[in-house]
């Protein structure tokens, strides 16, 4: 991948981020189509330049082209950005597989893991495009509002190919959008998906009513249950302390635009999860992810006490007020004690 030219760029996935990063890269002078499910999205930023679903009030590049059309959106590009709903991630790129170029490079941008088979995004897309073809993982604390805002962001790639990650990294850097390095693919993906489980309980906290001393005690102990996880799948501790473990985490945790957050408030302000979907039209990623979580702890056990009371609270309707009284009278422990490093 040549570090500097004008490339062709397929993104699948017209919400909110996969609009930000298409717009990102167009006005970086490459050649972009941005595939949606949804023709109303499609047709609306054709004609108004806007994604007024998932990206109100942004102004967009003319130079993206939207379509609804998985071939236009693939065929001939080097670059494809899969960027749909988790869920979904496996059923789009099967369609896309047969146009995509065995010279291209796929980048996920995606966070969660898939609840049939327990694998991140990059598992799914392996399986989905085939081997041979190089695959990338972006995360990191990045909003898509601010992103496509221009508001100064850091985020992470992460390849097992020291010259895929250096070439993806000088693609998508611009003056306010500064990317990082990595080879730790699975630690990147993992601090990725599970923090939106943190966010979840979080939001319960801020929803009952509690104080910053409780929300700084789940974000911490959070990110040690997220680096339990991510070390015995053979993460890189580090990559947890880093923009895709602790930064993405702290974002999620305290800003009005996670969704996730938003989730746990109204939980804990005593809604149901039937009536909080009922009123979303963007995806939370962290409900399903929850279950994925608890389900990946169980196969590796490894202790996550806070995945699995918000498990209980999702999927086994647990009063949020028993599930924070159960977490703060468990046997008393030492702080480290769970961690295995390599």
Known sequence: MQLNASIRVGVIGAGGWGTALADLLARGGHSITLWSFEEEVARLIELKRENEIYLKGISLSDQIHPTTDIEEATRDNDLIISVSPSHVVREVME?????????????????????????TMSGVLRQALG??????????????????????????????????????????????FRVYASDDVIGLELGGSLKNVIAIAAGISDGLGFGTNTRAA???RGLAEISRLAIKMGGNPLTLAGLGGLGDLVLTCTGDLSRNRQVGLKLGQGKSL?????????????????????????????????????????????????????LMTRDLKHEIDGYSLP
Do not use: C, W
């Open 95 to 119: 369609r896309a597989r047969p146009y995509i170029d065995r010279n291209a490079v796929a980048l996920s941008a995606s966070k969660g893991i898939e609840k049939e088979t327990l694998l």
């Open 131 to 176: 081997s041979g073809l190089p695959i990338a993982v972006l995360s990191g604390p990045s909003f898509a509002q601010e992103v496509a805002r221009g508001y100064p962001t850091a985020v992470s790639v992460a390849s097992e190919r020291e010259d895929i990650a250096e070439g993806l990294q000088h693609i998508l850097s611009t003056k306010r």
């Open 218 to 220: 789940l974000i911490t």
């Open 274 to 326: 039937a009536e909080i979907l009922g009123d979303m039209r963007m995806v939370a990623e962290g409900i399903r992810t929850t279950e994925s979580a608890y389900e990946l702890a169980k196969k590796h056990s490894v202790e996550m006490p806070i995945t699995n009371a918000v498990y209980a609270i999702l999927y086994q309707s647990k009063n949020p007020k028993d599930a924070v009284f159960e």
